[in-house]
C-alpha cells in the first residue's frame, strides 16, 4: 500500500482543490504528475517551494513528478498582465535558466532513482518550436470553444476591468497552451495529473477538456492544486520590501534567507513548517506543543528555518547563518567577524548607519578616525573618551582600550571593513577606501 499522497497534502495545508477520482487513482497505480514553472530567471524563489514541496511529497509517495520549464511561454513573454514590460527571453538565456532551475529542484527531486518514478524535467520549448500557428489552431483552438474559454475566471476577471489594457490574445490563449502541454504529455509521457498552485485551477482544467476531446471520453486525466500561500496578515508570501528571497545564495545570502524564516510570526511559523519541510506529523505536532508553552523560546522558527536553509543552501551554510546571527547581539568575537563574507556582513548590519573612510587615516589612533568628518561616529573627542573609559566602545566586537589606539590595515575585515560600536545596541559599519 502506497503512502497517500492527498492524505499527506491535507495534514500540511497543502490542498486547494482535486478532480474527482484522484485519490482512488493515486491508490491503485504509480502516478506520472507534472508542475509547471516559469524559467524567466536563472533561479527560484521562495513563491516557487509550495509547488516544488508538492513534488517532492509526490516522489516520496511512491509517484514520479516532472517539473516542466515553460520556454515556450518565456519566450512570447509574461502574459500575466501585472506587468507592461513583456519579459522576452532568447533560446540561449532560457536553456541557462533551465539548468540552474534544475540544480536547485534536485536538492528536492531525486533525478538519478533507479525505477519508475525517477524525477524528470521537461521544456515545453521543446515541442512548440516547430509547431505552427496553423497547426496550433487546427489540433488545438478547434477542440475548445470560446464560450468554455470565457466562462474561466481569470478570463471573466481580467475582462471586468482588472486589466488596464484589457485581456490580449496571448494572454487569453494561454490556457490552451497549458492544455496542450498536458496533452502532449499524456501521450508522449502518460502524464495524467497535473499539479499547481489554485489560480491555475481554470488552466489546468482546460488541459483535462482538451484530452477528453482530442482522445476521447474514457481517457481520465486529474488536477490538484495547493491553496496560495499568504501571510498571517494577508499579504502575499515570500516578499519583502527588497523584492524576492531567492533560492540562489548569489540573489540572496543563506544569511538573509535564514533570517527571513526566523523572523516569521507564530501563527506563519505553525502553517510553514508543514509546507515547507519534510518534517513528519508526529515531530510536527511536538513542536507546536513544545512553542505554545513557551512562545519566547521560538522553537518553531529556530526549527523550521533551520530545515528551510539545510534543504536549499547546505548545513555548512546553515551554522553560518546562525553564526551571523549572533553578531548582532554580542555573541561573538573578531574571528567571526573574519569568517563572514562580503555579502553576509553586509546583510547584517544592512540597516545601520555606513561610513566612508579614507585610506590615507590608516595609522592614525582611533579618536582620530571615529571624530573626523568623514566618519564622525561620536560627537566630540571628549565622548569618545568618556565611552571608552567606560568600556562601552568596541572595535571588530573587541573592547577598546585606549582612544590613542592606532587602527592599522591589520584591523580591517576582508581587507575592507570596520565595525564599530558604540554601547551596547549602536553599530557603525566603515569602509575604508
Known sequence: MKKNFVEELKWRGMLAQMMPGTEELLQKETVTAYLGTDPTADSLHIGHLCGVMMLRHLQRCGHKPIILVGGATGMIGDPSG?????????????????????KQVSKFLDFEATGPNSAEMVNNYDWMKDFT???????????????????????????????????????????????????????????KMQLGGNDQWGNMTTGTELIRRTLGNDVETYALTCPLITKADGKKFGKTESGNIWLDPKRTSPYKFYQFWLNVSDDDAEKYIKIFTSLDKETIDTLVAEHRQDPGQRILQKRLAQEVTVMVHSE???NMAVEASGILFGKSTKESLQKLDEQTLLDIFEGVPHFELPK?????????????????????K?????????????LNKEKLAATDRVVTSEDLIGGKYLLVQ????????VTVK
Open 82 to 102: 501585472k506587468s507592461q514590460e513583456r519579459n522576452l527571453l532568447d533560446q540561449e538565456t532560457l536553456y541557462h535558466n533551465q539548468e540552474c532551475i534544475k
Open 133 to 191: 500557428f496553423l497547426d496550433f489552431a487546427r489540433e488545438v483552438g478547434k477542440h475548445i470553444t470560446v464560450n468554455y474559454m470565457m466562462a474561466k475566471d481569470s478570463v471573466q476577471k481580467r475582462l471586468n476591468g482588472e486589466a488596464r489594457d484589457g485581456l490580449s490574445f496571448t494572454e487569453f490563449t494561454y490556457q490552451l497552451l497549458q492544455g496542450y502541454d498536458f496533452l502532449y504529455l499524456y501521450k508522449n509521457k502518460g502524464c
Open 316 to 318: 555548512e551554510d546553515y
Open 360 to 380: 590615507e587615516m590608516l595609522g592614525q589612533p582611533a579618536i582620530e578616525c571615529f571624530t573626523c568628518d568623514d566618519a564622525k561616529i561620536f560627537a566630540s
Open 382 to 394: 571628549g565622548e569618545m573618551r568618556k565611552l571608552t573609559q567606560g568600556g562601552g566602545v568596541s
Open 422 to 429: 558604540r554601547g551596547k545596541k549602536n553599530y557603525f559599519l
